[in-house]
Nanobody, 120 residues
Framework: QVQVVESGGGLVQAGGSLRLSCAAS????????MGWYRQAPGKQRELVAA???????NYADSVKGRFAISRHNAKNTVYLQMNSLKPEDTAVYYC??????????????WGKGTLVTVSS
């Protein structure tokens, strides 16, 4: 089975920084892309940042210039460096991995989430 595990969430003051990590493991043939999503109370889950196996990136407009996604392919790991954090960044952050696994292709697997709280 495929496992996706996030870490690095916590409490930080506005203007501060935090780095999230996510590792995918299991009988993975290949990882097509990995990304970070977030969901605040009462709101829909939204894309924060994503990166493909080839290194292409995509960011939500609200985090451009503040967040940066990076990867370590050999470890099936992605990172989200979050700078200049704002209270509106407060949410549960979920890691997603789109993988080719056994007889399945392009399947999405999700971590359980890590809470980021930004105080004013």
């Amino acid at each position: 089975q495929v496992q996706v595990v996030e870490s690095g969430g916590g409490l930080v003051q506005a203007g501060g920084s935090l780095r999230l990590s996510c590792a995918a493991s299991g009988s993975i043939f290949s990882i097509n892309a990995m990304g970070w999503y977030r969901q605040a109370p009462g709101k829909q889950r939204e894309l924060v940042a994503a990166i493909t196996s080839g290194g292409s990136t995509n960011y939500a407009d609200s985090v451009k210039g503040r967040f940066a996604i990076s990867r370590h392919n050999a470890k099936n790991t992605v990172y989200l460096q979050m700078n200049s954090l704002k209270p509106e960044d407060t949410a549960v952050y979920y890691c997603n991995a789109n993988v080719d696994y056994e007889d399945y292709y392009g399947m999405d697997y999700w971590g359980k989430g890590t809470l980021v709280t930004v105080s004013s």
